[in-house]
C-alpha cells in the first residue's frame, strides 16, 4: 500500500528531513517542498539548516530549520518537540544525514573513524525510527519513511569498508523495519544512490576535524561528479507516490547487482542439503510473508 495515491496528495503532508543542509536531502527537502509538504529542515550544521529553511519560506512552503546531531538520542527527542508545535505530527521521516568513508582498509581504520560512520549512518537513522515510529503506529495514520542507504549497500568497495559496513546495516534496518511495519500504514523505503555530485566527502573532513583521524591511506578517485542531487529528489518523490521500497536512482547498476546475486545464487543452489530439516518458513518468514502481500 502506497503512502499516497497521488503526488496531489502530499500537499499539506509534514517531513522532517535529516542532512537537509546540503546535497540529497536539501534536494530531498526542495522536492517534497514543490509538491506543498511543510518540512523540518534538520542538520549538524546549523547555519546550512537555517539558509535551507529560509529558501523554502521564500517559495512560499512552511519549513522549519532544527539544529541535530542524528547520533544523539536526546536532541532527537527535542527535535522531534519542535516538529510537534509546528506541524503537529510528522507524516514522512526522511533518514538521510550520512557521513563518507575515511578511506582505509580495513586493517588500518582508527576507531574514531569507525565510531563516526557508525554513529551518524547507522545509530542516527535508528534514532530517527526510535523517535517517530511508536507514534506512528499507535496513532495509525498514514505515514512514509525514507532511509537514505547506498549502492554500497548491495556490494563492497575495497577502500571503504568502513562506509560499506554502515550502508549494509542502514539496509539491513530498511528491510528489518519493513517487515516490522506490515501490515501498519507506515510505508518503508530504502534510498540507495550511486555517485551523487554532492560536498559528502567536504563536509566529512569538516566533521572529523573536530575530532582529527589518521591520514587517508587509501585513494579513492570519483571519476564523475555523479548525478545531480535534485534529480535523485525527484526519484525519491516518485518512490513515496508509486510506494517502492528500493529506490534505486542509478539504474546502470542493475548488471553490477545481478552479478553479486548470481554468484550468491550459483553457491547456494551448488549446496547441499543435509537431512530433511527446512527452517525457511522460519528464518525467511518476512520475505515469504511480503510476497504473498505484494
Ligand atoms: N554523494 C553520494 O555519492 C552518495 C551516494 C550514496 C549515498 N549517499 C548518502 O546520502 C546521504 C546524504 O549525503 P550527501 O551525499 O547529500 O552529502 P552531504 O555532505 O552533501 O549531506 C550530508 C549532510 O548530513 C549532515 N550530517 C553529517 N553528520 C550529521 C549528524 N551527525 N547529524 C546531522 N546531520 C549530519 C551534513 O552536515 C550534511 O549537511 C548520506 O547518508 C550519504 O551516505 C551519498
Excluded at 146 to 174: C, E, P, R, W
Amino acid at each position: 500500500m502506497s503512502f499516497v495515491q497521488s503526488a496531489d496528495e502530499l500537499a499539506g503532508k509534514a517531513a522532517f528531513v535529516t542532512g537537509a543542509g546540503s546535497g540529497i536531502g536539501r534536494a530531498i527537502a526542495q522536492r517534497l517542498a514543490d509538491r506543498g509538504v511543510r518540512v523540518v529542515v534538520a542538520d549538524i550544521d546549523e547555519r546550512s539548516v537555517r539558509e535551507v529553511a529560509a529558501e523554502l519560506t521564500g517559495r512560499g512552503v512552511e519549513a522549519v530549520p532544527v539544529a541535530l546531531d542524528v547520533a544523539d538520542l536526546a536532541a532527537w527527542r527535542a527535535a522531534a518537540a519542535v516538529a510537534a508545535e509546528a506541524f503537529g505530527r510528522v507524516d514522512i521521516l526522511c533518514n538521510n544525514a550520512g557521513v563518507g568513508p575515511a578511506r582505509a582498509t580495513l586493517d588500518q581504520l582508527s576507531d574514531a573513524d569507525l565510531d563516526l560512520v557508525l554513529n551518524v549512518n547507522v545509530r542516527g537513522v535508528l534514532n530517527g525510527i526510535r523517535t517517530f515510529v511508536p507514534a506512528m503506529k499507535v496513532d495509525g495514520f498514514p505515514a512514509q519513511i525514507v532511509n537514505t542507504a547506498s549502492i554500497l549497500s548491495h556490494f563492497a568497495l575495497a577502500g571503504a569498508g568502513d562506509y560499506v559496513l554502515s550502508k549494509y546495516a542502514a539496509l539491513a534496518v530498511s528491510e528489518t523495519l519493513r517487515a516490522e511495519l506490515a501490515g501498519t500504514a507506515v510505508s518503508v523505503a530504502v534510498l540507495c544512490p550511486g555517485l551523487v555530485d554532492t560536498g559528502l566527502h567536504k563536509n566529512t573532513s569538516a566533521l572529523r576535524g573536530a575530532a582529527p583521524t589518521q591520514e587517508p591511506t587509501v585513494t579513492l578517485d570519483k571519476p564523475t561528479p555523479g548525478m545531480a542531487p535534485e534529480h535523485v529528489g525527484d526519484v525519491v518523490v516518485d518512490a513515496i507516490v508509486t510506494g517502492r521500497f528500493y529506490v534505486f536512482p542509478h539504474p546502470e547498476y542493475a548488471e553490477i547487482l545481478s552479478l553479486r546475486t548470481g554468484e550468491i545464487q550459483s553457491a547456494i543452489t551448488a549446496s547441499q542439503t543435509v537431512g530433511d530439516r527446512d527452517d525457511t518458513g522460519y528464518l525467511g518468514r518476512s520475505v515469504l510473508d511480503l510476497q504473498t502481500s505484494l
